[in-house]
């Protein structure tokens, strides 16, 4: 454990414990105006500091324990220009008024502006309400509001959560779906609200924040819409803020959000809402009220295969799901890291998941991300081979979507599901991959055979799956197989080392099966659950040693190799042979420029 000199941080004389603004040794030089600034925010009880200003951050008990490189970097992000902000016209204010029911006080409180502003969605200027977003006291956002739900906010500037200073020393936090609904628990005279920036479309703007803002709320009132993409909302926020401290609020019939509620029940209705938002159950007793929403959207939308790689003749067998347990066996060296690489890869890009990996057999990490440096671009890993500005872009986004847990001393299965729980929470990971599973350090109490002990670790997997809503891969060998003609047999579940239960706790299972004479790759899949996601059968592959692809091998041929640097497209937005979208940041941004709507304020 460091001290706070050793990172040249100076605490005010005398304390000890509790949480202390102070300078930052980092930002207090160089080119800041207010010298005097105290953005460093100190917690003395965890040891944690960050700097509001430069994105200084860390901890002094710091071991290491996972990292990634960019998680000390902070993007730079443009600050919004310069402009008169003081106004509502007559019309507009009395519009809010009038049909929202926002007083001119809490216009003016949430320093709401009107005016021009290029709207992209329209391909021109249009008149705007304008929600400015705070930070620290300063503008680092606008967004802009057409007359008909068009939305546009500043490129390159930073993507924040709505009125975020003013959560800060408060105990609880209500957040909502947008501005407008934030406004109205305003209204109500609640002080801590905040609105997501863009709708149900991914919450990469909590990754710097949640900590900071968040780590201290002792309940959390999600009050988002009660819509479809509401509730994916809801439940990506119950995800990241743990289910313990999260309340649901519900606006009754005829309401699918805060401002409706208020318009049309008033505000201590809604004071009340929140006053009745239900607990999440997290264990226990279930009856089918409590399961009726999620059982009702089945009904309408029946049961979907679950994601996919794009790899067709594997897709056809197997669909992913978050909150299950995938298990995957294979003779050393016949690929099976590579295999899961390459479905990480491709759910990545397909999904925008993000991966932790606790994988020792990758030691050292760098090993790691070069295997995904190739994945991604297509390109063998060196300098030949790899322009510098496709591996940055590599780096860069490995950096966003992959995580990697790798403890100085503890490989205790708790101490690496703390650390995946961590970056659920901090960097919203979809996905945990261990490999393998002989890396974990297995502690068997006194008394305890090794099969109940398997199942009970499988347990633990299956319960942290399950309640973080994550998708686990757990790669595990197989015992030493028999011999036939000279080479050994392919495993299926029930030959990894140690018990059936390798069989029995998946969700998913598969082998990955190198053919030395045929020159292919077989992956066998051995248990899909539910019938919705998939079957039993075999996959073709030949693997491209030059960048650790895999190519279908289909009717005994090997198919065209493919060298295409996946970020490129990705980057630009455009699908790709893959079948990717785009980048959770970019679907983020498109959110607000295309939802059109039928025409509500009076401009
Ligand atoms: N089909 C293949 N053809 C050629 N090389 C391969 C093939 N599959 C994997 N390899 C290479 O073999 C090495 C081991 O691969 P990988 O680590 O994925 O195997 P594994 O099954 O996970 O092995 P282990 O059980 O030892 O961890 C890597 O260098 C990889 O590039």
């Known amino acids: 454990m460091g001290t706070w000199s050793d990172t040249g941080i100076e605490i005010p004389f005398g304390r000890t414990s509790g949480k202390v603004k102070t300078l930052c040794p980092k930002c207090r030089e160089g080119s800041r105006r207010h010298k005097l600034d105290k953005s460093l925010s100190v917690n003395l009880d965890e040891g944690l500091y960050k700097c509001h200003y430069c994105g200084f951050s860390g901890s002094i008990n710091q071991k290491k324990d996972y990292y990634n490189h960019r998680e ?11 402009q008169n902000n003081t106004k509502l016209s007559d019309k507009l204010a009395r519009y809010l008024e009038d049909e929202r029911k926002l007083s001119q006080a809490t216009l003016k409180k949430f320093r709401l502006s009107e005016g021009l502003h290029y709207i992209p969605a329209k391909d021109r200027k249009c008149n705007t309400l304008q929600f400015p977003y705070f930070l620290n006291g300063e503008v680092v956002n606008v967004k802009y509001r057409t007359g008909d739900k068009a939305w546009a906010i500043e490129a390159g500037c930073e993507l924040i959560l709505y009125n975020l200073d003013s959560t800060v020393g408060k105990e609880e936090v209500i957040i909502t779906e947008g501005e407008l609904d934030c406004m109205s628990f305003g209204e109500c005279g609640f002080e801590s609200v905040v609105s997501v920036p863009n709708g149900a479309n991914g919450t990469a703007y909590l990754d710097n924040y949640i900590e900071e803002y968040f780590d201290d709320k002792q309940t959390v009132y999600i009050a988002v819409d009660t819509d479809r993409k509401g509730i994916i909302l809801r439940n990506e926020l119950i995800r990241r803020f743990g289910p313990e401290r999260c309340k649901v609020v519900t606006y009754g019939p005829g309401c699918k959000d805060a401002n409706e509620h208020l318009v049309k029940y008033g505000p201590e209705s809604l004071r009340i809402a929140v006053a009745n938002a239900e607990e999440i159950r997290i264990e226990g ?48 060296s016949h690929g099976k890291s590579e295999f899961v690489d390459e479905i990480a890869v491709r759910l990545n890009l397909n999904y925008g998941l993000k991966f932790a990996y606790f994988s020792p057999e990758n030691h050292p990490l760098p090993y790691l991300a070069a295997k995904l440096v190739s994945k991604f671009t297509g390109k063998r890993f060196d300098r030949e081979s790899l322009r510098p500005g496709a591996y940055e872009r590599a780096c860069a986004h490995i950096g966003d979507n992959f995580s990697f847990i790798y403890p100085e001393e503890d490989f205790g299965i708790g101490n690496i599901l703390e650390k995946a729980s961590f970056l659920v929470k901090k960097k919203g990971i979809r996905v945990l991959v261990i490999d393998p599973y002989n890396a974990i350090e297995h502690q068997m109490p006194h008394g305890t055979n090794e099969t109940n002990y398997i199942s009970a670790l499988l347990s633990k997997l299956v319960t942290f799956a399950r309640q973080k809503d994550v998708l686990v891969f757990l790669v595990a060998h197989p015992r030493k197989m028999e011999m036939k003609g000279g080479v050994p047999t392919a495993p299926n579940l029930y030959d990894v080392n140690g018990s059936a239960n390798f069989y029995n706790k998946a969700d998913f299972g598969f082998t990955v099966y190198r053919d030395y004479r045929e020159d292919h790759v077989r992956v066998d899949v051995h248990k899909v659950k539910f019938k919705h996601l998939g079957k039993c059968g075999a996959a073709y592959f030949s693997y491209d040693y030059a960048n650790g692809r895999y190519v279908p091998f289909v009717n005994g041929k090997k198919g065209k190799e493919d060298d295409t640097d996946y970020l490129e497209s990705y980057c630009q937005g455009s699908q790709s042979s893959i079948g990717f979208t785009k980048s959770a940041e970019e679907l983020e941004q498109e959110f ?12």
């Not at 794009?310 to 897709?315: L, Q, T």
């Open 592 to 603: 607000i420029a295309d939802t059109t709507e039928a025409a509500d304020l009076p401009f």
């Open 285 to 332: 007793i279930f009856t089918l009220p409590d399961i009726r929403q999620q059982a009702d959207l089945l009904f309408r939308e029946g049961l979907h295969p679950g994601m996919t790689t794009g790899h067709s003749d594997f897709d056809r067998l197997l669909s992913f799901e978050t909150g299950r347990l995938c298990v995957v066996t294979g003779i050393p």
């Open 72 to 82: 000390m970097e902070k993007k730079t992000y443009r600050k919004p220009a310069w």
